[in-house]
Each structure stands twice: as C-alpha cells, then as structure tokens.
C-alpha cells in the first residue's frame, strides 16, 4: 500500500545531486536563513554582535529582506508589530548576552499582545554552555532561563543538523493559538563553522487548530439563543483570528449588545447599532455587563483593564473562548472553551437558534448617552478635539500606533476602530519601532506612531532607521515636559509630583538633523499639519505642545 507522504518525501534525482553537493563557502548561518526562507519568512529584523556574526553573514548570500534598528529592544517591537499586522512570524536576530537581554521587555509585549515573534540569538561557544564560568565574552549562567519565563517555548541548538529542525518547532510554536514569541539560541561556533549539510528545502511547520470541545459549544449556544440580556465582550483573540466578521454575525443573530476590550478594538464595526463601543473604564459600561444574564466573552482574559481594574462583578453566567489555556477562568467563574476565536464563533453559527430583541439597540444607545453625558460633563474638550483631529487627519486604512502615553489612554476608550498599543505590558518606547515595522510589512500606505515625549526619547535612536529606510511613518510627540500621567497619578494621590519632569531636546531640530522632516504643530492646526505629514512619501515628525488630562476614573 502506498501513502501520499512516501512519495512526498522519495527525493528526485535532482534533489539527490543538489544534496549531494551542497555550494562550497556556506556556514551555520546560512542553515538559519535557509530554514527561514524554506519556512515562508521575507523579512528579518534585528541587530548584529559578535557572535551572531554567521548569522548575518549568511544573509548576504539569502534573498531575506533585513532591517536593522539601533536598539534590540525596538526591533523586537518591530517584529511584534509586523507579526501583528501579517499574522506571520517575524525573525528577530540577535546577539548574546546583553544584546538578547535587550529584547526582553519588547518580548514580554509580544507574549501579552499574542504577537508571534521569532527571536534566534546567538550563545557563547559550545564549550562554555552548561552554567560553567569560563569567561567569555557576553556570557550568563543560563541564558535561555532569562527568556522562560517571557516566551511561549525556548529551543536550544548544539549542533548544525539540529538547525532546522529547532527553528521549525519554533516557529510552528509561535504560529499556535494563542500566537507568541519564542526563542531559539545558537552557539558561536555553530553559526561560525562551515557546513557540507545540503541546503535546506522548503518544509511545512503549520500549527495544530485549537478546536472546541463540541459539548461546550452546545451547551454556549442554549445559553445563548435562550438569554434574556446576552452581551458580548470581544478581545484581541477576535482580531488575531481575523474573525470580525464571524463576530458580525453571531451579534445580529442574537441581538446581543457588543463591547471591545482596548486590545481588541476593530472587532465590531464601532457605530453598529449593537456597539457599546470600548467605554470599558466608564461605570455605565461595566453596569450594563454586570446586569447580562448571559456574558460571552472571546478572546479575551478579563484581566485589570478589561475589567475596569477588577471592579467587574458579572451576576449572571460568562461563557468564556479562549485559545490560551492560561487564561481561561482565571479571573471569573466561566463555561471555559479552550479554542481558536474563529473555530469556535463558527461552531457557535453552526448551532445557535436565531434570536429577536428589539430593546437591544436602544439599549446601547442609554449607555453610550450616559457615558457621553459623564465625558461632557468634564473639562475634557480640548482632549477630546486632539483626538477628533488625529482621527480625521489618518487616511482610512491606515494602521497606529500608541505609545504609553495620555493620548493613547484616551484613545483606547475613544478612538473609533483599529489600533495597536503597548496595554498588554505596558511599557514605554512601543509607538515609533512598531510603527516601523508595521510599514515594512505594507510600505504602501502611511503609518501613524503616537508617543509622548518621555517615551519618545527611548526610540529617538530609530529616527536613523526611519530615514535608512525610508518609511512612511509619521511620528506624533505630545510633549507636556514630562511622564505626564505619572505626574496625573501622583499629583492625585500625594498632592505633588516627584521624578516626573524632564529635559527634552527640541524634537523638531532633532528630527531635522536626521533628515526627517518635522514640524511643531498646535491643536488648531494639527490636522492639517498631520494630513500633510502622512501624505508626504518617507518619515516625518509633528510635535504638539499641550498638556493634557486624563477624564476621571470611574473605578476608584
């Protein structure tokens, strides 16, 4: 009997002389960017150093399109970034030691957001592995056991045949719901070495489907059909499963009001009828969850911010879809189903009775008019025509990115649609690299970065690769002098600010000396200033001087 995988895998007689001669001057490296390319990559990302050398070396003789950025820690917000908008791993290459411990923060972004990043770092010498000090340069004890407890899988190499295959279970790891990053070290001498392997072939490496247990889907969709007040929390497992529009469809069939979480937002068309929009820090908002009698929340953990910091306390039943396994009831009570958003919303098409509730919309229209009615009875205005301007001046399609900054705090509750941010870590110095590497992956539309100017001095350096490049980022700085809701945070809750306030170049200036255009803008004429920016071809750079405020919390 013959299976198909038998004759997949008998060589043809130009495979075996192909194999049998590989091309003379190749080394480890070239077995790491013969497995990327073989794997489906095109892009790179990353920073050389002394041990990775083979690595870069190798990518001269690749068609793999690298970019480099100045810091590792950018990078990986680079790739996060890239990953994010393609669903596709994204390499980053780096160094050992202080050039891998770099990336660390940027890596713990990418496990929160599910962003699936293929981080392959260099390692000291074969000889110096194994928590022996034998003082070489860039050397820790264990370097992978920094990276364990950040990634979804660590894969280490100790010889030239296990190349492909690591990086292969690597990036079949990274590509399984819930994506993530992953991590792949290689010694010195391994990528150094000359090789007689044959050059690697195109292989297969597609992740396993999360499927849901179809007794649970039953079980959701009786829940469902038969609810009172069904509502639907939907969070960034949504958008990374591309099932917006599976979404779509299960709300209007059960007339189910729908809120996005910040990390989610695009899942739900943000003026439908049924959208509650992503008020999730307002208290009319976390009510109206309160009183479902049938919550179901996909993609999303109901951590700090989706539940406004903890405060949410459903009363009635959550069924919860989750492909992190993690994840899954460990903030609420739930029918947990363990699945892909996407499988499991079509599983729940497939089975859930058509239901009709003609109070539904008018419902949301209350909250959303409470909600407003709270806002406006805030002096907030000027924050709020900063973002209405920002929103108009961004062509329709366009990605942003926001930094930890009081702009993009505003904009996770306000900004009508799609939008990356650093919520998921929370660190500072996201905006600008991930912008960077979001206009790698479509270079042919503008891209959006907001920072503040505290944290756009963490990717200052990356103006260089702006302009090395010639992306078409425009990068918005508000700059109020300082951490400015830090200052917020502590002026609230000690009567005065400390550590908050910062010497900052003039970015205008700063930005020209790099070759990028930039200009100082005001929020009269920020749209306009911004339209024009964004319509330029390459980087450009708009400062806004303003100081602004955040609208009051309604969880304290």
Known sequence: MTHDHDLVLRPTPRQVEAALNPPAGRNGGDLVVETLAGLGATTVFG?????????????????????GLRVENNAGFAADAYGRVTGEAAPLLLSTGPGALTSLAALQEAAAASSPVLAISSQVPTAGLGGGRHGYLHELRDQKASFRDVVKSVHTVRSQSQIPSAIAAAWESALTAPHGPVWVEIPQDVLLAETALPVVTPMDAFPEDVVPRPELTAVAAELLANAARPAIIAGGGVVRADAAGKLLALAERLDAPVVTTFGGKGAFPWEHPLSLQSWLEDRHTTDFLEDADVLLVIGSGLGELSSNYHTFQPRGRIVQIEADLGKLESNHPALGIHADARIALQALLETVAERDDDTAAERVRTV????????????????????????????????????????????????????????????????????LGAAVADPGRPVLAVSGDGGAMYSIAELATARQYDLPVTWLIVDDGGYGILREYMTDTFGEATAT????????????SFGVPAVRTTADTLTADLSKALAAPGPSVVVLPALLKMFAPTHL
Do not use: C, N
């Open 501 to 512: 306030e910062l010497a900052r170049p003039d970015f205008v200036a700063l930005a020209e």
């Open 368 to 435: 959303l008019g409470k909600v407003r009615e709270r806002i406006d009875a805030q002096d907030v205005g000027e924050e709020r025509r900063i973002l209405a301007a920002v929103r108009e001046a961004l062509p329709a399609g366009s990605p942003s990115f926001w930094d930890m900054t009081i702009l993009a705090y505003w904009a996770w509750s306000a900004w009508p649609g799609s939008m990356h941010s650093a919520q998921g870590a929370g660190g500072l110095g996201y905006g600008f690299p991930a912008a």
């Open 47 to 67: 920073l050389p150093g002394q041990h990775a050398l083979g690595m870069f070396d190798a990518l001269r003789r690749s068609d793999l399109r690298y970019v």
